[in-house]
């Protein structure tokens, strides 16, 4: 009886118990936490980092010098970049140095000149000399004309050259008919060494593509020859002085091609009476008229024309 009573009283208790309702709040928080696989465990691991902002890489196309350039971006900010002035230059000193290539070129084919002519072959030999490919020959657009245009050129600067290193004091001493004569000598004497080849020299200049540059240079150097002679002038006998000088000079180039008198004598004779004779005023007119025809038909209309109104106008 007892061991049953005993049972009764515990199976009350047990219904007793799970009709007394339990509060939601009153359950501890520890209850309510999700449960770890442990308490010992570390600090929860750090978030990832955001991801960057895409970078966009320059185009490749122009080249290693502008992907190296993106490779310097830095570490200061935004990407470096050559500025188009650096680019500018470095062009500007490339072409300075194949201007310079190609005067050694031309330079170097004037040793060739007397044997092959004012030519393509001339140049190419001359590329030779200097250990530059023959191929720079391809680069000049006239030729032949670009050789004897240097000539000229260097021929201009040889006759400054002499005359600013002393020569110029010593035609101080002479008359005006002297210092042109002197001076006229001294710049035909130049082309003695080519004179066999001069021929082909005039007649490339006087093709239709060259002529312009050929009158310009020639229109230089009888200005520099009157300057260096001692004429300041700025009237109208400025242009008459050149018109007739320029005769002369042209006349005595094609004289030359004729004279076989020992060193050009009768060449430097021929110089002197023809300045003489044009220094002259009573035989100013007469003697630029011969040097016109003998230039040629279209400038000695021209020097006529020129001549002709002067000196009507000093006769009126």
């Known amino acids: 009886m007892a061991s049953s009573l005993a049972a009764r009283r515990l199976l009350s208790r047990a219904a007793a118990v799970r009709r007394i309702p339990v509060p939601f709040a009153s359950a501890p928080a520890s209850a309510m936490a999700p449960r770890r696989f442990s308490a010992d465990a570390g600090p929860p691991p750090p978030l990832p980092p955001p991801p960057l902002e895409p970078v966009v890489e320059p185009p490749t196309s122009e080249g290693a010098g502008t992907s190296s350039s993106s490779t310097t971006a830095g570490a200061g900010g935004g990407a470096h970049r050559s500025s188009p ?28 000149v ?6 393509e072959s001339a140049m190419v030999a001359g590329a030779r000399d200097v250990g530059v490919s023959p191929a720079i020959v391809g680069a000049f657009p006239r030729k032949e004309a670009a050789l004897v245009e240097f000539f000229m050129d260097d021929c201009l600067q040889q006759l400054i050259d002499r005359i600013d290193a002393g020569e110029g004091e010593q035609l101080k001493n002479l008359i005006l008919s002297e210092r042109l004569s002197k001076l006229v000598r001294m710049r035909l004497e130049m082309q003695a ?83 003489k004779d044009a220094l002259d005023l009573q035989k100013t007119f007469q003697e630029a008229a011969y040097l016109a025809e003998a230039v040629g038909a279209g400038m000695g209309g021209t020097v006529q024309g020129v001549l002709n109104r002067v000196f009507q106008k000093r006769s009126g």
């Open 85 to 112: 002035g650096a680019s500018a230059g470095a062009r500007r000193q490339g072409g300075a140095g194949y201007e310079e290539e190609q005067e050694k070129v031309l330079r170097a084919s004037l040793l060739h």
């Open 114 to 119: 007397p044997r092959m002519g004012w030519s």
């Open 193 to 275: 060494p080519y004179i066999s080849k001069w021929p082909q020299a005039l007649s490339i200049q006087a093709q239709p593509a060259n002529v312009s540059t050929s009158l310009k240079q020639r229109a230089v150097l009888v200005d520099e020859i009157w300057h260096a002679a001692g004429d300041s002038g700025s009237d109208i006998d400025w242009y008459v002085k050149r018109t007739v000088l320029g005769g002369i000079y042209s006349t005595s180039e094609v004289y030359m091609l004729t004279d076989n008198s020992p060193e050009f004598r009768d060449t430097w004779t021929f110089v002197n009476r023809r300045i």
